[in-house]
T-cell receptor
């Protein structure tokens, strides 16, 4: 069964460093998303992406965040200057026919 | 912004018992989804509801989309140890965006 894949599964970084989280959505899907889940809390919407541009973003998705689809298959989330509070699980998802398919997540730990 | 109130926050039950959890909102949603999340993994879709009043089953799971479009419940019958996890409701708004709004989750513990 097709699935959304994410790398890395876990990244540890120093505060202030740049981080890139990668996702390969399901191939015929057109809508892509990043969600974040701080440990023990609910899943929060960050950004949606359609037709090579951001279609919607939350108040969490400030200027330190950016998304790209550089090569037609990968979908990346970049965090420019990480803060301690960016420590969370980041989930990529792609959407088709009313269903959102989630990847297994990338755990980011900022020290 | 839109918010979902999910309850209870946590449940501790014995194997074989039935479970019920629900979500309410002040906003109208045109789709309700129920997800289960195992530790360290992404949410996995259990049931999707597309019509107000719809009652849908998936094995031991039953979910209903409230007639007002502002609430939904999930029932699990005859719980088993592998039902352990966090269950999230999520609503898809009417605005045409495919953005999901998640509840805070219900943590289920099943004692054998």
């Amino acid at each position: 069964e097709p699935e959304v894949t994410q790398t890395p599964s876990h990244q540890v970084t120093q505060m202030g460093q740049e981080v890139i989280l990668r996702c390969v959505p399901i191939s015929n899907h057109l809508y892509f998303y990043w969600y974040r889940q701080i440990l023990g809390q609910k899943v929060e919407f960050l950004v949606s992406f359609y037709n090579n541009e951001i279609s919607e973003k939350s108040e969490i998705f400030d200027d330190q965040f950016s998304v790209e689809r550089p090569d037609g298959s990968n979908f990346t989330l970049k965090i420019r200057s990480t803060k301690l509070e960016d420590s969370a699980m980041y989930f990529c998802a792609s959407f088709y026919a009313g269903e959102l398919f989630f990847g297994e997540g990338s755990r980011l730990t900022v020290l | 912004g839109q918010q979902l109130n999910q309850s209870p926050q946590s449940m501790f039950i014995q194997e074989g018992e039935d479970v019920s959890m629900n979500c309410t909102s002040s906003s109208i949603f045109n789709t309700w989804l129920w997800y289960k999340q195992d530790p360290g993994e992404g949410p996995v879709l259990l049931i999707a509801l597309y019509k107000a009043g719809e009652l849908t089953s998936n094995g031991r799971l039953t979910a209903q989309f409230g007639i007002t479009r502002k609430d939904s419940f999930l029932n699990i019958s005859a719980s088993i140890p592998s039902d352990v996890g966090i269950y999230f409701c999520a609503g898809l708004s009417q605005g045409g965006s495919e953005k999901l709004v998640f509840g805070k989750g219900t943590k289920l513990t099943v004692n054998p």
